[in-house]
């Protein structure tokens, strides 16, 4: 994204939709509107794209198929995945017959993606904080000073502790995780591009520590309950750092990229619309239970929120945006959502491996591929 392409505000602006938050969500619901010829603000605190961030970055084949990412910006495909016990002895392997996963080089896609939402017409404006709704307004602080913003709508894709879902009094994340993740340049390794996890509550209490090595860069990574690591989360990445698997020929640098952040894993929230705006992305709480993946729901519940938005914007009607209903969408996270409870309660490395006996038997591998290799994805809203 060139310079020129970042927006400076006066102490007043007015737009058709406020976009907070320069996320995935929030870059690809403020791209769809512009495109329909609505006028769109896009602000984020951050500086530049290119710092500040929280994902693994990990896509799914789903939305590889169904979205067209820049193939220049994603790691090699992934079809191997190894799942370990606590003692890291006798991993479970699955290979799909498919690509299943490719991992973004988040920096340059952000930009990227960002470059293509101005090219549409949105207005972007970085080093901006959104500072509440006031007067009718909505209140900004960037790098000229505050600035006070008219829009019909109001978009919150800032976040799992999202401070328009706040101001509108819209349902928030109480569910989270907290991870954290160190990502460096792999180059010349000759092993498989592999899919690493560990249950092991020591390490990553109600998920997993995980290593994805696709042979360009690694992943090194832990989360879990924030009240559950007696040591910290850093620490116990370091601890899972030393002897994590899958990196036992490779050279880790001394610099490496330090990621982490909350991830929402209570389901989608029950109320993210009211008459003012709705919430996209972690904001909304689109990230699966289960496996915490969070790209491929951000995009897809971010075309039905531009598909909504454009339908309010264009008829005008007062309960146009009441089919972005989040209650709805939660009756098909119920079976994640059991998995997800059953996952929390693994609090000793003895229960972890107690697990294996059973994913070693073609039923339970079985299983354990429908969770990692399915055909399933963030479940397309019904439309009115």
């Given at each position: 994204m060139k310079p020129a392409d970042i927006h400076s505000l006066g102490a007043t602006a007015r737009t058709d939709v406020l976009v907070v938050g320069?996320?995935?969500?929030?870059?690809?619901?403020?791209?769809?509107?512009?495109?329909?010829?609505?006028?769109?603000?896009l602000v984020d605190r951050r500086t530049s794209l290119a710092g500040a961030i929280r994902t693994t970055g990990i896509f799914v084949r789903k939305t590889l198929d169904d979205f067209p990412l820049p193939p220049e910006h994603l790691g090699p495909p992934i079809r191997r995945v190894l799942l370990y016990p606590p003692d890291l002895r006798r991993p479970v392997s699955l290979v799909s017959a498919r690509d299943e996963y490719r991992v973004g080089d988040m920096a340059p896609l952000y930009t990227a993606t960002a470059a293509t939402a101005a090219?549409?017409?949105?207005?972007i404006a970085?080093?901006?904080?959104?500072?509440?709704?006031?007067?009718?307004?909505?209140?900004?602080v960037g790098r000229d000073g505050p600035t006070a913003v008219s829009a019909r709508f109001v978009v919150g894709a800032d976040g799992a502790r999202s401070s328009v879902a706040r101001d509108l009094a819209l349902d928030r994340n109480h569910h989270l995780l907290v991870g954290a993740e160190?990502?460096?340049?792999?180059?010349?390794?000759?092993?498989?591009?592999?899919?690493?996890?560990?249950?092991?509550?020591?390490?990553?209490p109600g998920y997993l520590a995980w290593v994805i090595n696709d042979g360009e860069h690694a992943h090194v990574g832990v989360a879990g309950y924030a009240d559950r690591?007696?040591?910290g989360l850093r620490q116990a990445l370091r601890r899972f750092s030393a002897s994590a698997p899958g990196l036992a020929s490779a050279d880790r640098p001394?610099?490496?990229?330090?990621?982490?952040?909350?991830?929402?894993?209570?389901?989608?929230?029950r109320r993210i619309s009211c008459a003012d705006g709705l919430l996209v992305g972690d904001a909304a709480g689109a990230v699966s239970p289960l496996t915490a993946g969070g790209l491929d729901p951000c995009l897809r519940l971010s075309e039905f929120a531009a598909a909504v938005l454009d339908d309010a914007l264009r008829t005008g009607r007062p309960d146009a945006l009441s089919p972005y209903d989040g209650a709805a969408l939660r009756a098909r996270f119920r079976g994640r959502l059991?998995?997800?409870?059953?996952?929390?309660?693994?609090?000793?490395?003895a229960m972890a491996a107690a697990a294996f006996p059973l994913l070693r038997t073609p039923l339970g591998r079985a299983a354990a591929g429908r969770v990692l290799f399915g055909d399933k994805s963030f479940p397309t809203p019904a439309r009115r």
């Open positions: 320069a996320g995935l969500a929030g870059l690809h619901t403020a791209t769809l509107l512009a495109r329909h010829g609505h006028e769109v603000l090219a549409a017409g949105v207005r970085l080093g901006t904080r959104y500072a509440g709704r006031q007067d009718g307004t909505f209140r900004l160190e990502v460096f340049d792999l180059p010349g390794h000759d092993e498989p591009p592999t899919f690493h996890c560990v249950l092991d509550p020591t390490l990553a690591f007696p040591e001394e610099a490496v990229e330090r990621r982490g952040g909350p991830i929402p894993v209570g389901g989608v929230l059991t998995l997800r409870r059953a996952l929390a309660q693994v609090r000793t490395p």
